[in-house]
């Protein structure tokens, strides 16, 4: 099928059996994204919430109260990524088992619970327990539902729609953190509590009701989608079998191995380390940073939610505009220039209002970033299993640059935090690097394909063949890799 044909609105080229513009490929993604990403959105909004509110809590009087000194809340901010890092393969492997509309809900039920103990905690080993808690709960949810969703949309629709689900970190961490924060710490004193506890409880609570009504709300495949018609749903499955060259659904061991063996996953996950050291900083310690610059704790918390927003806009943005020219490194490589711009100007300037203006520039680049690189990863493994381990891998050994993103922003680098901003500098160098190669290595690939496409006689239209190439993935002579 031709890149016409599949980007044709009437699906009567695929499907000549059907009435032409009845069932439509806009019409079918806008009932995908009414019914799937409002909700997930939401799901990850309340678990980046959660994850990141500690940086709140601090300055809302968190250290203070526990006497913690030094890098102790530094150690308590690392300790959620330990488990978080170490339980990803597993957890997306029981997505499949366990079914989504059962797996994320629970996950997210003993999260919430764990997120409202932590309102109780009197000592820096309290912390450091619950913080292992939630970060072993949690594990599942960023690269589960990110798997849940490259089920239901092929490659091209994939990276706006995953921009939408990753602006919601950004929106939580500082647009809508920042603001609830700001509300609930005025809650001080009420029960015998600090405003730091209220704002564990108040968060933690809001993410067990939503757990419960996932569980009613959640759909687990195209093939059961009860929002769909019988026609919309016999295209939407065609269309992904098309989209993956009949690639294997199976829940084979088999395929789980091949993405541990596949070089691709680790070069992906290097670049996800070096995109989540400063995503994560900027998550954790932004109200930090910007009482930095010489704004008051209460406005700092304010101050957190432009920067938020505009990192969203621009990851929504750039995620459709990824999604249409079918290219995913370039993206990586500016967003990774932008960042870098924003840090150095945040390491070299005395005066805050420039200083903030940084802050902008490095959320614009860094979230973007990183939605394309799970795009990246997810459009460049065949098969669903293989595709969910590789997200996985990515996020899992990506996602360890967390534990090192929570000691760069010292205490006794304050004000200006000069090594934590130089830290940054370097993951974006990096960055820009790793997208360079992989760019160079997938065109090598897809060069070495259409030779033997051409050689063979393969025709990638032919879905006759599919069935022949089913267990081969992404190694198909059919599977054109994304660049």
Not at 455 to 467: A, L, T, V
Request: hydrophobic share 45%; with cysteine.
């Amino acid at each position: 099928m031709s890149a016409k044909d599949e980007k044709s609105d009437s699906i009567s080229v695929t499907h000549p059996s059907y009435e032409p513009g009845k069932v439509t490929r806009d019409r079918i993604l806008r009932k995908l994204d009414w019914h799937l990403l409002p909700f997930v959105s939401l799901l990850y909004l309340l678990a980046y919430l959660d994850r990141t509110n500690v940086g709140n809590a601090k300055i809302a009087g968190l250290t203070t109260d526990l006497r913690l000194t030094g890098l102790q809340f530094n150690l308590c901010s690392a300790m959620f990524f330990i488990p978080y890092c170490l339980l990803d393969i597993p957890c997306n492997m029981a997505i499949k088992y366990f079914r989504p509309s059962r797996w994320i809900p629970s996950i997210m039920f003993c999260w919430g619970v764990v997120m409202m103990s932590m309102a109780f905690v009197k000592n820096f080993a309290g912390l450091m327990a619950t913080r292992l808690l939630l970060g072993a709960t949690e594990a599942g949810l960023l690269p589960g539902v990110a798997f849940y969703l490259c089920l239901w949309y092929p490659r091209d629709a994939q990276a706006q729609r995953l921009g939408i689900f990753i602006s919601a970190s950004s929106m939580s961490a500082g647009a809508f953190g920042g603001l609830l924060a700001y509300a609930i710490e005025k809650m001080d004193g009420i029960g015998g509590l600090a405003g730091w506890s209220w704002i564990f409880i108040l968060e933690g609570l809001v993410t067990i009701v939503v757990a419960i009504s996932a569980f009613v709300i959640m759909q687990d495949y195209p093939e059961t989608a009860g929002f769909l018609t019988e026609e919309e749903r016999e295209w939407l499955v065609q269309t992904i079998k098309q989209d993956t060259v009949g690639s294997s659904k199976a829940l084979k061991r088999k395929f789980l191995l091949e993405a541990l063996r596949d070089p691709h996953a680790y070069m992906f996950a290097a670049m996800d380390f070096f995109v989540i050291v400063p995503l994560f900083a900027y998550a954790l310690f932004l109200p930090t940073i910007i009482v930095g610059l010489g704004y008051s704790s209460l406005h700092a918390q304010l101050l957190t939610i432009p920067p938020n927003i505009c990192g969203s806009l621009v990851t929504i943005l750039i995620g459709a505009v990824s999604d249409r020219v079918g290219m995913r490194g370039p993206f990586i490589l500016c967003g990774a220039c932008v960042t870098l711009t924003g840090y150095t100007i945040l390491l070299c300037t005395e005066k805050p209002i420039v200083g903030y203006i940084g802050t902008l520039l490095a959320a614009s680049g860094i979230f973007q970033a990183s939605l394309c690189i799970l795009a990246w990863t997810s459009g460049n493994a065949g098969g669903d299993i293989k595709r969910g381990a590789m997200i996985a891998i990515m996020t899992g050994l990506g996602n360890s640059g967390a534990i090192a993103s929570s000691f760069i922003y010292r205490a006794q680098d304050s004000p200006r935090y000069r090594p934590g901003h130089a830290t940054n500098i370097g993951c974006c160098c990096m960055v820009v690097i790793l997208s360079i190669v992989c760019m160079v290595e997938f065109a090598r690939l897809n060069r070495v394909k259409r030779a033997q496409c051409a050689g063979e006689r393969i025709f990638p239209e032919d879905q006759s063949r599919y069935e022949e190439f089913a267990e081969l993935g992404d190694k198909s002579p059919l599977y054109k890799y994304t660049l």
